[in-house]
Nanobody, 121 residues
């Protein structure tokens, strides 16, 4: 059974930094894209950052220059370094991983349980 476990959320003052981590575990054959989404109260879930298996990255305009996504293919992990945080970054952050379990032939998208990030002004 595949699981995504997130860590690193918390409360930080505006201008501060946080680092989120997500680890995929279980019987995994291959991992495609990995990414982070967020959902603020009353808003739709939105893509924050994504990274392909080859290392190409994509960011939401609102976080460009402040957030950096990275992955470790050997450890099946994806991290999100968040700098210069703003109150509008407050949201629940979700890890998103497209992978092929060892027991199936298709790629499936998995979600983490979510981790709260709160930025105070």
């Amino acid at each position: 059974q595949v699981q995504l476990v997130e860590s690193g959320g918390g409360l930080v003052q505006a201008g501060g930094s946080l680092r989120l981590s997500c680890a995929a575990s279980g019987r995994i054959f291959s991992i495609n894209a990995m990414g982070w989404y967020r959902q603020a109260p009353g808003k739709q879930r939105e893509m924050v950052a994504a990274i392909t298996s080859g290392g190409s990255t994509n960011y939401a305009d609102s976080v460009k220059g402040r957030f950096t996504i990275s992955r470790d293919n050997a450890k099946n992990t994806v991290d999100l370094q968040m700098n210069s945080l703003k109150p509008e970054d407050t949201a629940v952050y979700y890890c998103n991983v497209n992978l092929r379990p060892a027991t199936v032939l298709d790629f499936i998208t998995y979600w983490g349980q979510g981790t709260q990030v709160t930025v105070s002004s």
